[in-house]
Structures are given as C-alpha cells and as structure tokens.
C-alpha cells in the first residue's frame, strides 16, 4: 500500500448506493479500486469502513489507510453522478483532513465499472439521458452493430466518425435502423462550380442554313462545353475527345459537327452508343429534331446480326444511329455504309470495361480503316471526324492523345450534389425509399419544380417490386420495356406526373430524366459491382440546373451483402470504396481470347493490313501470338478467315464459346441444349 500512496496522481469518489466507490490513478493508470463507507462521529463524517476490490471480492483494510491515499493524492475528484447529499458528506469528511474536492463530469458507464473517466464538452457523447466517454460509446456502437450482421471496418470507421462528430449515440443507432436523419447520412457536398467560358453566340456561327436556323430559334447563346468545342476545331472537321459532366450539354457538340457536315454533303452522321434502348432514344429524338430539315435517320443494332437487318435500317441515310456492336457487324460482314463524314461515339469509356471496351476499340480501329479505304477510292471524300463524349474519364490527357483527337475538358458542375450514405437491412429498402421519394416530390425548387427520383437498382424484377411498392405515382423504366411504354414513362416524368422511376443500372448512360434526387437501391450491375466511373456518371443524373438548386444521392447499403457468389467484396466496403475512389483510366486490356477476336475481325475487315489495325488499338495485342491461335484453330487460311472463322466473327463469339458450340453439334444436341449447357459452364465459371 505504501507505493501506491506515495504515486498517487488522482483519487476518484463515486457514489454506490450506501458506500463510495474509490477509483486511484496513477500515469493514466487505474492502480486500485476500493469501496468506502462513511460513518457519523461528533466531529462530522468520517471513513467507517475501508475495502480493497480484487476481482469479484472485497479485502478489508484500515480506514485510516483511505486518509493516508487521500493526503498524498495531487488532486481528489468526486463523480458529477454522485448525489448533492453524497457530495456534502464526501466534502465534509474531507474537510476535517483540510483536503479538497472537485466535482468533475465522468462516464456514467466507466464509474459505475471501477474506472475513472472524466469527460468534457467535447469528449462527452450522449447514450439515452447519460452522457459517456468515447470508448464506452465505441463499445455500445459495437454491440448494436453485431445485432445487424456484420459491418467491414470501413463502414464501422465511418460510423464511428459520425459518433464522434455528433456525439449522440441514439442518433446513430437510429441510423442503423432506417432513420434519414440528413445532417448523419450526409457523407459530404460537391459544389457547384463555375468555369468561366466566354459563351459562343449561336447567330455568329457558320452552319448550313437550315440547322442555323433552327439552332438561333433553340439557343441565343451555346453552353460552356460546347463554346470551347467550337473555339477549339469543330467545324474544322477536327477530331475531339469531350470530357464533361451529364448535362452540360456535350452531346449537342457531336450533333452539331454531324448533321452541319451531312446537310453541307460531307458525309452522313454516325452517332454510336453503347445499348440498344439508347440507339432507340437517339434514332426518335433525331428523327423528331432533323427529319424537318430532310435528313433520313435509321438505326442499326447488334440484333442486325440476328435478324439480317430487319427492315428499319437504311444503309443511305443521313443519319445513322446504332450500337457499337450493330456497326462493327456492318464492318465485319462488309456493309457499304457510305460516306461517314462524322463518327460521335458516345460514352467511349466503355473502353475500359472488360467485356465491351476490347469491341469498341476494335470497331475504332476497323470504322477508321472503313473511311480511309473509301476516301482513297473516291476523290469527293476525305474521311471521317471523330468525336468521342464521356462524362467520366480518369486520364483524359492520354486517351486524347492516343485516339489523336483535342481534349476538351470542361469541369463545371451546374448544381451543388449531395451525398448521402445510410446503412440498412435489405428488407428495409423499399420502405426507405418510398419515404425518400415522398419526401423529395413535396419539395418545389426556387424554378418551381417538384423534386422526383431516379432509383437505380440491379435488376428488371427489382425496378418493378420497387415501383409497385412506392405510394406516389412511379413507373418502373429498362430494356425490356418496348419503346413506346419507355416514351409514355419520359413523356410522364417530363410533365412530373410521376414522383420517380425505377430503372436499372445498365440504362444509367443514357437515362435523360431531369431528376433532383438518384438512389442507390444496389451499387451492382447485374452480378458486377459498380465502378466509380459507373458511380459517378450515375449520381451526376441528380439536379439539373434549368430545374433543380442542387441534387441529392442517396445510396441504400446493406452490411455485409454480395448480390453473387463471385463478388469479392461487400456492398459497404465498395460503397465506401465509391464515395472516395479516384476515378479509373480508361485503358484497353487483351486477354487472349479478346486479343484473338479482334484480330480474326481485323483480318476479316483489312486482310493483311489486319497488323496494322491492331498497331493502332489502344490495348496491346501479341498479334504474332494472336494469328498462331487463329491458325491453329483454323479460323483463318493465310490473311482470309475461314467459313468457320467468318461465323465466329460475324457472330462475334469468343473462342471458348465456338469451341462449345461445335462440340455441341458434334454430339448432336439440340440447339436449346447447347445454349443451356453454355450458360451452365459459364455459371461454374
């Protein structure tokens, strides 16, 4: 005892009922704990009984041992949870050793332990009526949290953060429970900026007479991005690489450079985007804006490669809508597509995705190769301009420099955009948000329109359980729609007769609804989760400017979740991964099956310039290795593609797949049997 009274920093009274609890520290340490009762002399309250607490029992000792800790404490503190009669008793005993006493504010939770944690105004954390130390708080976040699944670290260190940061655990066990309290689901702001553009007067441009007009009756003045396009080469026929965020306007720049050059009889308009409910929007808008001024529009999809083009495209017309992959297969079954005076390819970072981006680069490359072949043969023809548009691009210098094009980058952000993160139980979801949807709908911006919702989800069948369980008008919206129900569903949000659509990730690209709020009911895409460029471009959907006073995102996560088997991480580690990821390069890269299907496509388009093609692709390809493989697989005879080669290139199949559909015809399986046994390998992966 002798050592611990002579290193005493702080003794700590804490009332227990009838006795006190006597808590000494020294260094930050806890070096006893004790029990004291308080006796009545003449002389006022003195120590009556004195214990030592080891473990779960009690050890009697000399009160007069209490006196001794006491006298040579550097300072003694009674709990601001002891009541006023305990405080008096404690003071008064103290009094008559001449010791003093303060009265401090402790953790309720650490007192009532044995332990001495004072607390102040900004340590403090309320937990119900009490307010307790951080670490108690830490530890009753920790239990709630092992109630709801499990949490990654990420997520339960960003929950931790807003503990601190608003210092109530209530509100943030309330959050865990569905609770939309903004000021905690709020993860940070991106502000609206500015960028200073001298905007072009559209009467001072030099269009074709037909689309100046009609252009001067639409705008006085062009937006920013399409300002700097202009000043920078459009209508110089020069190639360009527009980076800049939805709904600033980029997409005008490809029209305006196409359909000039087409009604000048440059060469017709190729726009070219990445999925089929896109290609339809794009051909209806075109055919509505251009059909007046006696261009033909006509579309080309990859189902041309099914159906054997349908009736709706027309190889001569003005304006060709289509899909990446419907023109690449115009390219590998030797379509005639005319002269292409412009190429507007849309959403180019699809370049980096893994399944798509080796196509696209492919059909550049071959779309390029097309152009300069006709312009060598006709003397009235000089090629194509490209202009490729992304609202996400994590290296704009070197894709512009690798596609040989001008970067026009445009930073400016219209609105403010909110980010909110909330984690919840999947069940909870829909419930969440019908509220999020009601409550933005109520709402009206300072341009008097009522804030609606686009919530994006990773299925058809979840848009339509969604939709139907949203008390406010809604639709669900996706590919499987036809095209005159997505029309009805744009024709209602655009009038606000509905308070949100429920659509799928894969339409997040071309979704051109003017929305204040997105939702997250998944980070996935399909069975894929979401890459931050993914993310970004999606969350830019919310707020438009001509609209909105700032946009909101809201991403519903639940702990722990994986949509697939093959997901290697959880919906709250990618979650937290997307809110402060950088944004992906855009890069190319070859497999060898990939390698070997772009090659066998090169040769089928250019023959023995087929090297070349590939030189110039912005993924790198082993083409030696390349053509041993087509060789050895008998999909090409010298620089021409065998009948076998030609099927796999026009049906562009991967190796794998036309091995296991000519193993399947060899065993003499039914064509249903074949597709059933290929999804089947690609489920065991």
Known sequence: MSQQVAQVDTLFLHELGDRFQVVVT??????????????????????????????????????????????????????????????????????????????????????????????????????????????????ELERELSFKGGLTKAAQERLEDLLFDVQDLDRITNLLKGDLDPDLTKFDEIGATVDDVDPVETASLDLHPKLQ??????????????????????????DQLVVSATATGKTLVGELAGVDRALKGNGKLLFLVPLVALANQKHEDFKERYSDLGLNVTIRVGASRINNDGNRFDPNADIIVGTYEGIDHALRTGKDLGDVGTVVIDEVHTLKEDERGHRLDGMISRLKHYCEERAKKRDSYDGAQYIYLSATVGNPEWLAKRLRATLIEFEERPVPIERHLTFVDGQEKARIENRLVKREFDRKSSKDFRGQTIIFTNSRRRCHEISRKLEYS????????????????????????????????????????????????????????????????????????????RGIVYMLVEPDCRYHGSMDMSEDEVAIKLLKGEMEDVLTRYTESAAVEETLANITVAGKRAKRLNDRMLGEIDTKRALGRLLEWEFIDGFQPTPLGRVVTRHFLSPKDAFRILDGIRSELEPYDIVAEMELADEEG
Not at 116 to 138: F, H, L, V
Not at 224 to 236: A, I
């Open 26 to 139: 020294r260094d930050g340490e806890h070096v006893f704990r004790g029990v004291l009762e308080l006796k009545e002399t003449n002389a006022g309250p003195r120590p009556g009984k004195f214990r030592k607490k080891d473990g779960s029992s009690e050890k009697p000792r000399s009160p007069d041992e209490f006196v001794e800790l006491a006298r040579n404490a550097k300072r003694i503190r009674i709990s601001d949870h002891t009541s006023q009669t305990g405080r008096d008793e404690l003071r008064e005993m103290l009094d008559g050793y001449q010791l003093e006493a303060l009265v401090v504010r402790t953790c309720r939770y650490c007192a009532g332990s044995g332990r001495y944690s004072p607390i102040t105004e900004d340590t403090a954390i309320k937990a119900d009526r009490d307010y307790i130390c951080p670490d108690c708080a830490t530890r």
């Open 474 to 549: 809604s639709a669900p919206y996706h590919a499987g729609l036809d095209y005159g129900q997505r029309k009805q569903v744009e024709r209602q949000f655009g009038d606000q007769e509905l308070a949100a659509v429920v659509t799928t990730a894969a339409l997040a690209a071309g979704v051109d609804f003017p929305a204040s709020q997105v939702v997250f009911d998944s980070l996935a895409m399909g069975i894929e989760w979401l890459s931050v460029q993914e993310f970004s471009q999606m969350l830019g959907r919310a707020g438009r400017p001509d609209f909105h006073d």
């Open 213 to 238: 007009q009609q252009v001067e009756s639409r705008f006085e003045t062009l937006l920013p991005v399409q300002s700097l396009s202009v000043r920078n080469g459009l209508f110089d026929g020069d």
